[in-house]
């Protein structure tokens, strides 16, 4: 049984994750490099630290509304045929992004960049529930969520590269930028296309037995969930369960977002040039890679979730926070860093503990809620950042406001994870949320 485990589990991540970790890369590239374009076209189109915040935030608005009905077709159509259609679509606005010509119609691209990607994440997230056993289940969404730091580590001195290229076929640096970092998601389209599979039964490069392993372990963990949720989708938006954990998630992805959209100009602020900002600009997601990918694999070896949650989110508070509160750019990178290695690693983990709230036939649909909901924090943040920013001349008050809504991500989560805990209590508290 072990042989025959090892030898399913080590065809099927061989086969999806190194493209779907690349697929991510690509997509949360096309996603944040606006934060690396502000360095010189909020310049050129002559628009303040507020509007760029709102522009870059409303991607997040359209990527909210659409994201649960994406993640429905996403089931009806399945997993091959949506992702490589969000994949395609993103690519053309996001190369779009080029040829805004002002404030109106740099907001008219963000939000169709949202809709277009509205979906792929929680896809993801849901593709792999029905491929990978739950003992695998956080080291490979960590591996996975990998591609979000990895984007910036890779992507960074890319962007300040290109950014610097003023010139080159007549365009600005940033409108180089964009042409050339949304070509590789039409190519990966076309491969999810041609690899991902819908279900274990159409895996025609497993043996026999093989896909009935992997279909009767599937099978026994959805038989023995004892989901919090067991209503249907329509009462997901309602739950409590939902909500709260929705709202812990938008404290974490606060975090994400502020480093993603403002550390370039944060760091700008060290008086570099645009090629040494990008280079400096990726050390804080290198540490967030490193620390995703170890901290899942240790959390998987040891069965605990709730200090593996816990404990990165408050180093990644303590980190925000206090590189508000130096001004010597080597203390603030190294604090700055300490914040990504907390937020990334807490992120996987996270993603375990979601789809045990829920029953698998909402499951699609409340991954995208949950996802969609917490993500509003990349329209209120960035916009909330921008507007501290033409106040006070400075980025560390908008930090601060994101430490802050982490804080009270970290109450939620203590009170969540201690009930998941206590399995005696877990039920009451469980029944007092869903029947308030």
Known sequence: MLDIEARTMRKILRRFIPLLTLCFVVAFLDRVNVGFAALTMNRDLGISASTFGLAAGLFF???????VPSNILLERFGARRWIARIMFTWSLFSAATAFVQGASSF???????GAAE????????????LWVPATYRARVIGGFMAAMPIASVVGSPLSGYLMSLD???????????????????????????????????QA???????????????????????PMMKH???????????LLTALAYFGITGFNY????????????????????????????????????????????TGERRAHLLIPLSLAVAGLSGSTLVTAPITKLLLLCVASLGVFSSLP???????????????????????????????INPYAVGILKDATGRFDAGMQLIAAIGVLAIVILFFITRGKRAHAGSDRMTSRLQNP
């Open 61 to 67: 608005v359209s990527y909210f509304v659409f994201e």
């Open 107 to 113: 907001y008219a691209i963000r939000i169709l960049l």
């Open 118 to 129: 509205a979906g792929f994440f929680p896809g993801i997230v849901f593709f792999l529930t």
């Open 167 to 201: 010139g080159v076929f007549g365009l600005a640096g940033w409108q180089l930028m964009f042409l050339i970092e949304a070509f590789p998601s039409l190519i990966l389209a076309v491969l999810v296309w041609k690899t991902l599979r819908d279900s274990p039964k």
């Open 204 to 226: 025609e490069w497993l043996t026999d037995d093989e896909r009935n392993w992997l279909s009767s372990t599937l099978e026994a963990e959805r038989a023995s969930q004892t």
């Open 232 to 242: 249907g989708v329509l009462n997901l938006a309602r739950s409590p369960v939902v």
């Open 258 to 301: 502020g480093l993603s959209f403002f550390l370039p100009q944060i760091v700008k602020g060290f008086d570099l040039t645009i090629r040494q900002v990008g280079y400096v600009s990726a050390l804080p997601f290198l540490a967030g890679a490193v620390g995703m990918v170890l901290w899942s694999k240790h959390s998987d070896r």
């Open 349 to 379: 983990v996270f993603w375990t503990l979601v789809p045990r709230l829920l029953s698998s036939a909402t499951a699609a649909a409340g991954i995208a809620l949950i996802n969609s909901l917490g993500n509003l924090s990349g329209f």
